[in-house]
């Protein structure tokens, strides 16, 4: 016996649905970005992207306004940054992990709605970082020359 409830609460809803679609694009594109840096290796270019989309989450906060959700986001924020520069010289897997890492806590941050106003930016940026992630993990495992 199967319930319709059960049935529509597997779906995706569908505010989400364009949401969820841009971060599929926007992760494609954001696989590709070193393709428009060709003068930066591929793991800085990634890793500027890594510490710019952990870093949107301060302005969010700034604009909740509640100092815990300021210093938590920023602290946050933070740690990816300190990822992302240990994945310029480091292994490109770090990239891997930092997206996948964001994506989660976008997933956190979409259940738990932490910083206000938000609602339909985690799904949208999980895509884009689960996206990502998966693809450069793709490219790493065959072998592609810049990050190997």
């Known amino acids: 016996m199967t319930s319709t409830t059960a049935v529509r609460a597997r779906s995706v809803p569908r505010e989400l649905r364009v949401p969820i ?9 954001q696989t590709a970005s070193p393709l428009a840096f060709s003068w930066l290796d591929s793991a ?20 909740d306004g509640r100092p815990h959700v300021l210093a938590v986001e920023t602290a946050v924020a933070s740690a990816f940054v300190v990822v992302a520069a240990a994945a310029v010289t480091g292994t ?5 992990a930092g997206l996948a890492g964001h994506g989660v806590k976008d ?3 979409h259940r738990t709605g932490f910083v206000a106003g938000t609602r339909w930016w985690p799904p949208f940026c999980a895509t884009v970082d689960f996206v990502a992630a998966g693809l450069i993990a793709v490219a790493i495992t065959a072998g592609v020359p810049s990050l190997s």
Do not use: K, P
């Open 21 to 29: 679609a841009w971060g599929v694009v926007v992760g494609v594109l």
């Open 44 to 63: 800085t270019v990634y890793a500027l992207g890594l510490a710019m989309i952990a870093a949107i989450y301060i302005g969010f906060a700034v604009a």
């Open 92 to 96: 490109a897997w770090l990239i891997v």
């Open 107 to 109: 997933m956190w941050q």
